[in-house]
């Protein structure tokens, strides 16, 4: 095997054995998994995908892993944030268990910034949900989410801050109007 050999040639001091072990073992470094930009939407597309999933997800420890372990989630109506996988995993069991069905979704393209290894994404979405007393809730707004590439070329999410866009309609309209 090349181990071998470059061992053999190691234990006799040969300057060439040892510069053909060091290009080995660089060319065995260059062949692991390099991110290739164009793969970069699609992977942080998914990664975004999943966390839209918050609904929709069978396994909520699964939504939550689209964070890192210590991710976070500020949403106006948590003013301290949702920290950590364990508590991530909560909020995602307990909006599920909320009544009525709801939906949350992208709603338009993603803005981004690449910086080093981190990408900030800013997404528009809408909610909908139909509430306790049967009214219809639907609100916009914005997820700027920073997210980190991962060595296997995938995608963490490190934070995501919710912002209302404040158009809210709450149809709950007067018969008359």
Not at 86 to 115: H, M
Request: glycine residues 6%; aromatic residues 12%.
């Amino acid at each position: 095997t090349q181990s071998t050999w470059g061992l053999k040639c190691c234990l006799k001091m040969s300057r060439v054995c040892v510069v053909v072990l060091a290009t080995l073992l660089l060319a065995s470094q260059v062949s692991a998994k390099q991110c290739v930009q164009e793969d970069d939407a699609k992977s942080l597309s998914q990664t975004l995908s999943k966390f839209f999933d918050l609904f929709v997800v069978d396994d909520c420890e699964s939504w939550a892993n689209v964070f890192v372990d210590s991710g976070v989630f500020f949403h106006p109506m948590f003013p301290g944030g949702v920290s950590g996988k364990t508590e991530l995993s909560t909020f995602c069991k307990t909006n599920q268990a909320a009544k009525g069905p709801s939906l949350f979704r992208q709603d338009g393209q993603i803005r981004l910034t690449v910086s080093g290894n981190f990408y900030h994404a800013l997404v528009p979405y809408v909610y909908s949900a139909v509430k306790e007393n049967g009214k219809e809730f639907i609100n916009s707004g914005w997820e700027a989410a920073v997210l980190h590439r991962n060595a296997d070329c995938s995608f963490s999410i490190v934070t995501v801050t919710e912002f209302f866009n404040r158009a809210v309609l709450p149809f709950d309209f007067k018969p008359d109007q």
